[in-house]
Nanobody
Framework: VQLQASGGGLVQAGGSLRLSCAAS????????MGWFRQAPGKERDFVAA????????SYADSVKGRFTISRDNAKNTMYLQMNSLKPEDTAVYYC??????????????????WGQGTQVTVSS
């Protein structure tokens, strides 16, 4: 499966952005999906994950209540709605896919497919 992330940009603190991850090449519903982010000089961190149907989600504590992950299997697309953005949310955001076992995967090394990343910058 090939993944293309988009929707990043520059936003003021308190603002919102919606990231999209378009998938192609394989049946989208075969895959659990996740969002990760990497700030300069830091490791890639888990942000959110969603199972194949969209019925189960998980979030990092740092984004819980502010970010919402969703997917539209008919459109082969996953989304990350980011509200109440903070400067510490600044990072390159990556979408990723894992051949599903039904469970949510939180660890980056479980994901075999990655998009190219989209930059999110939140100014104070």
């Amino acid at each position: 499966v090939q993944l293309q992330a988009s929707g990043g940009g520059l936003v003021q603190a308190g603002g919102s952005l919606r990231l999209s991850c378009a998938a192609s090449g394989r049946t989208f519903s075969w895959y659990g999906m996740g969002w990760f982010r990497q700030a300069p000089g830091k490791e890639r961190d888990f942000v959110a994950a969603i199972n194949w149907s969209g019925g189960t989600t998980s979030y990092a504590d740092s984004v819980k209540g502010r970010f919402t992950i969703s997917r539209d299997n008919a459109k082969n697309t996953m989304y990350l709605q980011m509200n109440s953005l903070k400067p510490e949310d600044t990072a390159v955001y990556y979408c990723a896919a894992v051949v599903t076992t039904g469970a949510i995967e939180l660890e980056a090394n479980k994901y075999g497919y990655w998009g190219q990343g989209t930059q999110v910058t939140v100014s104070s």
